[in-house]
Nanobody
Framework: QVQLVESGGGLVQAGGSLRLSCAASGITFSEYHMGWYRQGPGKQRELVATISGRGSTNYGDSVKGRYTISRDNAKNTVYLQMNSLEPGDTAVYYC?????????WGQGTQVTVSS
């Protein structure tokens, strides 16, 4: 059974930082493309960042220069370091894993940025 469990969300003031983690089980982690999406109130789900099994990264335009995605294949975990947070970053952040025509999603973790 595949499980993706996010953690690290919470309430932070604008300008602050948070680090999200997503622990995966039930998959051969290093073979999976991992990433984060988010969905803010009244908004569509949008890409935040992705990372390949070899560490190649890609970012959504709204987070470039502020967020960093990384992974630890030994710990089956992907991270999202979020700096210079803005109220517009308020959203539920979802971790996903993709490979072999299968995509798995976590339950999401809430990030709220106060002004």
């Amino acid at each position: 059974q595949v499980q993706l469990v996010e953690s690290g969300g919470g309430l932070v003031q604008a300008g602050g930082s948070l680090r999200l983690s997503c622990a995966a089980s039930g998959i051969t982690f290093s073979e999976y493309h991992m990433g984060w999406y988010r969905q803010g109130p009244g908004k569509q789900r949008e890409l935040v960042a992705t990372i390949s099994g070899r560490g190649s990264t890609n970012y959504g335009d709204s987070v470039k220069g502020r967020y960093t995605i990384s992974r630890d294949n030994a710990k089956n975990t992907v991270y999202l370091q979020m700096n210079s947070l803005e109220p517009g970053d308020t959203a539920v952040y979802y971790c996903y894993a993709n490979a072999y025509r299968s995509t798995y999603w976590g339950q999401g973790t809430q990030v709220t940025v106060s002004s």
